[in-house]
């Protein structure tokens, strides 16, 4: 079955960064695009970045353009965000995604806290 499992989230203060991982498996990773999301507090669930299946192409959310990175290792079956120049207001849990067939998968979250 198909398991995404993400890692990386911390708190971390203003102007710092993170590298969030997103390891797949039970689908060939290589041919699908994958999708990083995030959900503050009190807020819906937004997509942050997208990232085709040979890493072509990619696209961010206006409000994380220029500082967060989204790229893939297909050899390892890996999506990652690099996050940089974070603000209090990227706070949030950040779920890694894929639409496999008729599925829409979702990791379990990980907490990602920007603050003094």
């Known amino acids: 079955q198909v398991q995404l499992v993400e890692s990386g989230g911390d708190l971390v203060q203003p102007g710092g960064s993170l590298r969030l991982s997103c390891a797949a498996s039970?689908?060939?990773?290589?041919?699908?695009?994958m999708n990083w999301y995030r959900q503050a507090p009190g807020k819906g669930r937004e997509l942050v970045a997208t990232?085709?299946?040979?890493?072509?192409?990619?696209n961010y959310v206006d409000s994380v353009k220029g500082r967060f990175t989204i790229s893939r290792d297909n050899a390892k079956n890996t999506v990652y965000l690099q996050m940089n120049s974070l603000k209090p207001e990227d706070t949030a849990v950040y779920y890694c995604?894929?639409?496999?067939?008729?599925?829409?998968?979702w990791g379990q979250g990980t907490q990602v806290t920007v603050s003094s």
């Open positions: 039970g689908f060939i990773f290589k041919n699908y695009a």
């Open positions: 995604n894929a639409r496999v067939g008729a599925g829409y998968y």
């Open positions: 990232i085709t299946s040979a890493g072509g192409s990619t």
